[in-house]
C-alpha cells in the first residue's frame, strides 16, 4: 500500500472535529501521486460528498474544462481540499474544522512533493497568502521550500458570476509557463537570479 493510499485510510476514520458526524463520505483528495501540480480548493460540496471524490459537481467539470486547456486531465494533477468533509448546507468551513484539517493536508504535500500548488478560492489562499484578498492575488505567485504558490479564484466564482470566467480562464493559461521555469531552476541559483528568471 503506498504511503498516500495509507493516509488517505486514516483520513477516512477521522473524527477530529464535527464534520464526522454529518458527512456521507470522507473526500480526501484524488490524483497522480507524483503529481507535479496540486490543486487545493475548499471543502467538498454535495456531490463530492455523495461520491467521495473532490470537484465533481459543476464547478469540477469546469475545472476539468480549464485543466484541459493547458493539456491536462485530472489523473495527471491531484485535487484536494483544505476540508475533508462537507459542512452542513455548504456552509463556509469553520476556523476549527480548518485546524483540524490542516494536519492531513500538510502530509499530502509532503507524500506528493509538488512543483507548484495553485490555491482555489480564498480559504486555501489564505493558508498560503496570509492577509491578501483574493481579489489582489489573484494570478501571482510566490517561491517557498522549493514551492511555487499560485493564487486562482474558485472556479465555483464563475458559475455565480459569469464575469469572473474570463479571468479565470487566463489566470489557468499561466500555469505551464510559470512550471517550466520552476523546472528548470536550480536550488544553487540565488533568489535574485530565480526571480529575474521568472520575470522575465
Known sequence: ???LTQLHEEIA???RCELAKHRTNVVPGEGAENAEIMFIGEAPGWHEDQQGRPFVGPAGQFLDQLLASIGLRREQVFIANVIKGRPPGNRDPLPQEILACRPWLDRQIEIIRPKMIV??????MAMFFPG???SKAHGTFHKQDGIIYYAMYHPAAA???QSLRKTIEE???KIP???AKAKSMTEVESPAQQLRMFES
Open 171 to 173: 489566470d489557468m493559461l
Open 159 to 161: 458559475l455565480h458570476q
Open 13 to 15: 476514520r477521522c473524527t
Open 119 to 124: 490555491t482555489l478560492g480564498r480559504y486555501s
Open 132 to 134: 491578501k484578498s483574493i
Open 1 to 3: 500500500m503506498s504511503a
Open 177 to 179: 509557463s510559470l512550471l
